[in-house]
């Protein structure tokens, strides 16, 4: 199943089940200044959540654009980090509960996209004796796939709170660590968190009482590429076809063979990667600058031509990696196609400006050194690689 099958069939199987489906909202919050950029799929939710909006169903699903930067270094060096995801998630406010929630994944993950069932655990919270008595007693998963771990429980200080259940899927004992206990929860890469449902049925007060909630809700979220890795049978999600035809195009514009060089793969990977949330972060009405989200943007676009240069492709290169994202997102993530010329003259003139920035910065430090070295030095000074990172925009 493609990527873009994927996510309508996700889609389409909740709206089956009285859900209506929205389209992603944009990256940018709207009316909350605590999100620089929406992180997760639940993020635009949040004011039907608290109650301070009416949603317009008590049973939702959406396929959430996400930018997540804190794990950035780690981006290309993993399987499974990125800058930009999609976000597919369930969500009941008020309505149905864990035993729906629990049910339904269930049916699509073993039914809809025919998962084996065999190769698939779930993790609950110690203490949720009925979600456990859900997995076992109704829908048959045995004991010794079921594991009871005190982290699922989903809460950010005061506010909505509640246990969660994580379903995993066995990439095999060739991807693990070998260890006998080796289990989902484990560092290693064997067992692969696909979902996530939550249960939030407390209200944590300021003084960590928790208060059984009035009306209780679902959040639940799934990670498309990590599902489609899964489906296409792929060692990472930079191999599924969501974001391998963007890889492709870069290794051509380098006269580079992915799968050869461990270096040549990151810098491809961080390339597939940033382009797409270039890209999307584009679409969404943010621009390059120094500050806030437009420097969120600058940032990994300039990362993407650092590591073009690393791989030895010369001028402007990511207007053309832009017509890829397009082409694999545009039927899926909405406003991409009609702003597809806006997109890559954004990219072009922040590609121009970044190359001169670069071309500036290599004359300063080509000076620099021979100075240094005239006075026998073997180190530049800090204050020196400062200045040409925070004045001159170069990367140290």
Not at 168 to 183: I, M, N, Q, T, V
Not at 233 to 254: G, Q, R, V
Not at 256 to 274: M, R
Not at 347 to 364: H, K, S
Request: negative net charge.
């Amino acid at each position: 199943m493609k990527g873009n099958e994927l996510r309508q069939a996700y889609l389409k199987f909740f709206e089956s089940k009285q859900h209506l489906i929205l389209d992603s909202f944009s990256l940018i919050p709207e009316n909350d200044p605590s999100l620089l950029l929406i992180g997760a799929g639940m993020a635009p939710l949040k004011p039907f959540f608290t109650g301070k909006l009416v949603p317009p169903r008590t049973r939702v699903t959406t396929c959430q654009k996400c930018i997540r930067t804190g794990d950035i270094e780690n981006v290309g060096r993993t399987a499974r980090h990125h800058t930009f995801f999609e976000m597919l998630g369930n969500f009941s406010f008020g309505d149905y509960f864990k035993k729906d929630a629990i049910h339904w994944a269930w049916e699509f993950l073993t039914e809809v996209i025919k998962l084996d069932k065999n190769r698939l655990y779930v993790t609950v919270y110690p203490d949720d004796q009925e979600a456990y008595d859900i997995w076992h007693k109704e829908v048959g998963m045995p004991e010794d796939h079921i594991t009871r771990l005190e982290d699922n429980f989903w809460e950010i200080g005061e506010g909505p709170c509640g246990p969660d259940s994580e379903i995993f899927y066995d990439l095999g004992e060739s991807r693990g660590c070998g260890e006998p206990d080796c289990a989902p929860g484990c560092d290693c890469d064997r067992y692969l968190e696909i979902w996530n449902l939550v249960f939030t049925q407390f209200n944590r007060t300021a003084d960590g009482e928790y208060v059984p909630l009035e009306k209780k809700n679902i959040d639940t979220g799934a990670g498309l590429e990590r599902l489609a890795s899964v489906l296409q049978n792929k060692e990472s999600n930079f191999e599924t076809d969501l974001i391998f035809p963007i890889i492709e195009k870069a290794a051509e514009m380098a006269k580079v063979t992915y799968h050869t060089d461990a270096n040549t793969d990151v810098s491809l990977k961080v390339i597939g990667d940033h382009a797409r949330a270039i890209t999307v972060l584009i679409s969404d009405g943010v621009l390059p600058s120094n500050e806030g989200r437009g420097y969120v943007l600058r940032r990994i676009l300039r990362r993407a031509v650092r590591h073009g240069r690393l791989l030895g492709i010369e001028g402007r290169f990511l207007t053309d990696l832009v017509d890829v994202v397009i082409d694999i997102l545009g039927s899926g993530v909405p406003g991409l196609i009609e702003k597809h010329d806006f997109i890559k003259r954004v990219v072009a003139n922040e590609e121009d400006r970044f190359n001169q920035t670069l071309a500036q910065g290599l004359d300063m430090l080509g000076a620099l050194i021979n100075e240094l070295k005239e006075a026998d030095a073997t180190e530049v000074p800090g204050a020196e690689v400062f200045k040409l990172y925070d004045t001159y925009g170069f990367p140290w």
